[in-house]
Structure formats: C-alpha cells, structure tokens
C-alpha cells in the first residue's frame, strides 16, 4: 500500500473535491429529500447485484459519507468493507457515522480512485455510488478497479443514467435540470453544487455506451439494470 494517496492535480478533480468538501454537513439529508428516500432501495438492488461472499473484502469507490459502506455491512455483518474517497470532509463524516451504523468491520481512506493504493486481486468486490460521472476519467477507473479486484470478483456501479423513452426523460429532466438546484441549494446549502451534480449527466456516456466501456476495460459478462423508466442504471461486471 502506498504511505501517501496521491490527489488528482486537474481541475476538473480539485473541483469536485472542493464541492463535495462544502456540502459535506447536509449531504445524507439532501441525498433522502432530493430522491424521496428511493435511492436507499436503489443501493439494496445494487448490492444484491454484487452478491458478495460471505466474509469478503470489498471495495466501495468514492465512498463518500459511507452509505453504501453501511449497506453492504448491514446486509451481510461478515464483510469486511473499504470505503475510499479522495475528499478529506466526506470521510470525516463517514467516520462520524461508522459507530452507529456499521454493523461490522469497516474501515474509511483517502485516496484517488484512478490510481488505488491497493495490490492486484485484493478485493472480492467493488461498489460505486452516484460518483463515476464526477470522475476525471472513466476507463482508468474501470482498469483500477478490475486490478484490484479476485477473478470472479464483480464490480457494480449505481448512477444517474439517461432515460431511453422521451417522455420520461423530458419529465425527468424537468426535475432534475431545474428542481434538484433550487431544492439542493435550500437542503444542501450550497446552489451552485446542486446545479453541477445534474450537468454532470450531459457528458457522460448513456447506458449501453458505458457498458461497452466496461468491457473494454476487461470485464466479462457486462450489462446493466435500469430503474426509474431508466433515469437510473445499475452497471456490472465480472473479473475474468
């Protein structure tokens, strides 16, 4: 393990960093507001997905605050679960949390996703949570994450993604364009974050076109789930 994580120097990557620093406080709150409490079943889909081993390691990329962390250790207290994240306040909050919510061994550090401070096939699992689209480079993240991974291990992904059917999307868009930053800015505490999380989508690829990414990057058996007349997809994929 390296004694140091490396930060990612870009502009992009100090960006979101910084924002996730300011909106650290109210996160969990504008998380279960902003998505009237559903996104705590969409991480129960996605970790039933995974269907980690009993007693596994698993990885949970850009941790955040922990809440997929401590979904994973609720539904299966054996687990041993890393969380990382490469912003400093996040994992402070985490680490607030973790002694009334981790219901087994848990553990929070810093780091960047595009470059784990971690050997090859550590993990028996690996977890990511509403964050791919925030990362500065996807592919590197995705060949991270299979090297770290066991053969036969699964990496699954939950995101934002975009609707196929028009209706859905416009009516989704309607609230996700324009609601979420002016309900984020009132719970979040911070506007200008809120309007860069939904923009964040228009540039990242939809869900075929990222399940073609996790193949390039090595997985076998890729696909994906949509949820939400697919305004949400659960991406996976196994290391061969």
């Known amino acids: 393990m390296h004694t140091a994580p490396p930060r990612p120097t ?3 990557g100090t960006y979101v960093r910084d924002m996730f620093a300011r909106i650290a406080p109210r996160y969990d ?13 969409w991480r129960k889909r996605a970790i039933a997905l995974l269907d980690p081993p009993h007693g596994g390691q698993i990885l949970d990329l850009c941790c955040g605050t922990g809440d997929v962390v401590f979904h994973l250790l609720r539904t299966d207290p054996s687990l041993h679960v890393t969380g990382i994240d490469f912003c400093a306040p996040m994992l402070e909050r985490a680490r607030e949390r973790a002694p009334h919510e981790a219901r087994g061994e848990a553990a929070f550090l810093e780091g960047d996703v595009m470059s784990l ?41 939950l995101d934002v993604s975009k609707a196929p059917n028009r ?14 930053p002016l309900i984020g800015g009132m719970v979040g505490g911070s506007r200008q974050a809120y309007t860069y999380l939904p923009n964040s989508l228009t540039h ?28 949400i997809a659960i ?6």
Do not use: C, W
């Open 10 to 12: 870009d502009d992009k």
């Open 204 to 231: 990242h690829p939809n869900a075929d076109a990222l399940r073609e990414r996790f193949e390039r990057a090595g997985f076998a058996d890729a696909g994906y789930v949509r949820l939400m007349g697919g305004s």
């Open 29 to 41: 709150a504008a998380n279960r507001v902003l998505t009237a409490g559903m996104d705590e079943g």
């Open 117 to 157: 401070p971690f050997e090859n096939d550590r993990f028996d699992g690996a977890t990511m949570g509403f964050s791919l689209r925030n990362v500065v480079n996807i592919d590197r993240v995705l060949q991270e994450t299979l090297r770290v991974l066991r053969p036969g291990a699964r990496f699954v992904n």
């Open 235 to 240: 991406h996976y994929g196994t290391k061969r």
């Open 167 to 180: 209706l859905f999307k416009r009516a989704f868009d309607l609230y996700f364009y324009r609601l979420v």
